[in-house]
T-cell receptor, first 110, second 114 residues
Framework: GEDVEQSLFLSVREGDSSVINCTYT??????LYWYKQEPGAGLQLLTY?????DMKQDQRLTVLLNKKDKHLSLRIADTQTGDSAIYFC??????????FGKGTRLSVIA | NAGVTQTPKFQVLKTGQSMTLQCAQD?????MSWYRQDPGMGLRLIHY???????DQGEVPNGYNVSRSTTEDFPLRLLSAAPSQTSVYFC?????????????FGPGTRLTVT
């Protein structure tokens, strides 16, 4: 089954770019996802990428996928204090629900 | 649509007590699942269901039971609560067909076992 790994903490200054990295094991994953969790709230889908894509851009968000290295990254341009949250990388594992990484806590310093 | 709803939002139990966490969705999703979230552990899958009458175990099923008698509801039962079950519990749902990015989460139930 899928195993997803990501670093636990990232701290950036407001206005800088944030890059959150993730590695996964299941090369058959058709979609890979980024979810965002704000304090005290549930998870919300932030963006996703289909496995036949290398890059996907959505406003301030850029997702890069390196299938050879099974590496996924999320770049947030012009990071704002409102971006402070936990970001989860996730991938499917067959017909079971999504498998999540441990989450990266992003702290934005004003 | 209300989406995925969970009750209660907060609960305190004593060790050995039992209780049921409720989860309901009004989107006619076939797939439903329960996760627990602990600091530094991310989300771990407890149980899931691919349709009414069908359930299966996830990564951490011990101490929990589920049933799926209707498409809408997927309750999680704690049989005899233990302090190790102190956690935040999330229910999620998604349709069987279509892109799996359509997984929706409830707001969570924060459970403390003393």
């Amino acid at each position: 089954g899928e195993d997803v790994e990501q670093s636990l903490f990232l701290s950036v200054r407001e206005g800088d770019s944030s890059v959150i990295n993730c590695t996964y094991t299941d090369s058959s994953s058709t979609y890979l996802y980024w979810y965002k969790q704000e304090p005290g709230a549930g998870l919300q889908l932030l963006t996703y990428i289909f496995s036949n894509m290398d890059m996907k851009q959505d406003q301030r968000l850029t997702v890069l996928l390196n299938k050879k290295d099974k590496h996924l990254s999320l770049r947030i341009a012009d990071t704002q204090t409102g971006d402070s949250a936990i970001y989860f990388c996730a991938g499917p594992s067959g017909n079971t629900p999504l498998v999540f990484g441990k989450g990266t806590r992003l702290s934005v310093i004003a | 649509n209300a989406g995925v709803t969970q009750t209660p939002k907060f609960q305190v139990l004593k060790t050995g007590q039992s209780m049921t966490l409720q989860c309901a969705q009004d989107m006619n999703h076939e797939y439903m699942s329960w996760y627990r979230q602990d600091p530094g552990m991310g989300l771990r899958l407890i149980h899931y269901s691919v349709g009414a009458g069908i359930t299966d175990q996830g990564e951490v099923p011990n101490g929990y039971n589920v049933s799926r008698s209707t498409t809408e509801d997927f309750p999680l039962r704690l049989l005899s609560a233990a302090p190790s079950q102190t956690s935040v519990y999330f229910c999620a749902s998604r349709p069987k067909q279509g892109f799996s990015y359509e997984q929706y989460f409830g707001p969570g139930t924060r459970l403390t076992v003393t």
